[in-house]
């Protein structure tokens, strides 16, 4: 069946929705320095910044999928552009880290879990055929922001403070943002219409299933792993030696990664299976801090920062197509959101812990070693789901 033209609209909307929220968030690294220096602070204090902003996204995204399966999706993205540019000229604003905690991290998480929920939610009803490729382009917006964002901010720091900076990027939120979440609509197979039910689970009823038990699991434990290169990668290889600009560009590189992940693994997966390629790919997210253990030169840094942004990117692109493969149209946001809960606290402590661990040992080997520990019960709680039969939705 062919889908309808305006899916690709949806997709593409999706896709610079999600680079503006994520580009926003992985510009973190850019300002790291700034914000030590700034407020005189510890890197696992910084390093909570970036922890609290994912904490509050991914357990609020839940709340962001029901308020889209009740608003839609414009209405409530565009709500989450304006706090996101809130939070920002906050953040521009402060005068201590109690303050940036509470703008860019509690401020500008409430609006990323406002958008991003809603919209990656928002594409998978366009689609029956070719829903990993849509997925993995829609996705790739998370890949496309990490790139970009995070180097236009490294530019802009050297003609301007970091709270112009951030000042600038408020506008950019604003403008491609909102533009971008307009574009947004609820697809006619997610909304219900007179005596005809929107085929699917609700939330409560997938979360009774064996199905979401282990993929909410499997997220749970990859957490950790998937969050702390953004917040201390560049910090690790400026500790090497490395000058800021390529510091700051390893994230842009985990972001090109990301991108060759989001499409080619997508892609892949219409062909092998989501299931299956899901417990590759949290495979190969560990296998990538090898890499990082090892890291002596800039090339190495370059090869980990892109296997492991392949390897996340591939993940990020899989989990909502697999909800809407499992459990249907009927709730997918809230069901997307509530499995985002599970990434909560290991985007916050994974950094944070990260980051004090380093404050007490100067150096990443037990970070790296704890990683690798967690990808393999990740690998294995994902492995039941490719048991799992595909739902006829």
Excluded at 103 to 120: D, Q, R, W
Excluded at 219 to 227: E, S
């Amino acid at each position: 069946m062919q889908e309808p033209r305006y899916a690709w609209v949806v997709v593409w909307s999706t896709f610079f929705s999600l680079a503006v929220i994520f580009g926003v968030s992985y510009s973190f690294a850019a300002f790291f320095e700034s914000f030590a220096t700034e407020f005189s602070a510890q890197r696992a204090d910084v390093s909570l910044i970036f922890g609290l902003s994912g904490l509050v996204y991914f357990v609020l995204g839940a709340v962001g999928g029901m308020l889209s399966d009740r608003f839609g999706p414009r209405v409530v993205c565009s709500m989450g552009m304006c706090c996101i540019a809130l939070g920002l000229l906050g953040t521009s604003f402060a005068q201590s880290m109690a303050m940036v905690y509470l703008c860019y991290g509690a401020c500008i998480g409430l609006g990323i879990a406002m958008v991003y929920t809603p919209a990656i939610g928002c594409v998978q009803p366009w689609f029956t055929r070719r829903r990993g490729l849509a997925a993995g382009i829609a996705s790739a917006g998370i890949g496309a922001g990490t790139l970009v964002v995070p180097l236009l901010i490294g530019i802009t720091l050297t003609s301007f403070a970091w709270r112009e900076a951030m000042q600038l990027l408020a506008i950019g939120v604003l403008g491609v943002g909102l533009l971008a979440a307009g574009l947004l609509r609820r697809a006619p197979a997610a909304t219900a219409q007179g005596a005809v039910a929107v085929s699917g689970l609700s939330l409560r009823e997938a979360l009774k299933t064996s199905s979401f038990r282990w993929l909410y699991l499997s997220v749970v434990l990859g957490a950790p792993t998937m969050f702390i290169p953004f917040a201390h990668v560049s910090a690790a290889a400026r500790d090497m030696g490395m000058d800021d600009a390529r510091a700051v560009g390893l994230v842009g590189l985990i972001g090109v990664g990301s991108l060759v992940g989001r499409f080619g693994i997508g892609a892949m997966a219409d062909r092998i299976g989501r299931p299956l390629t899901l417990v590759l790919m949290q495979a190969s997210m560990g296998l990538s801090y090898v890499l990082w253990q090892s890291a002596q030169s800039y090339t190495a840094w370059v090869l980990f920062a892109l296997w492991f942004g392949l390897s996340y990117g591939g993940i990020v692109s899989l989990l909502p197509a697999l909800c809407m493969d499992l459990f249907g149209a009927r709730s997918v946001s809230s069901i997307i959101g509530t499995l985002y809960t599970g990434a909560a606290f290991g985007n916050l402590l994974g950094p944070v812990v990260a980051g004090a661990v380093f404050d007490r040992l100067q150096n990443y080997q037990w970070v790296i070693g704890g990683c690798l520990a967690l990808s393999v019960l990740a690998t294995l709680a994902s492995v039941p789901l490719h048991r799992h039969r595909q739902n006829p939705f």
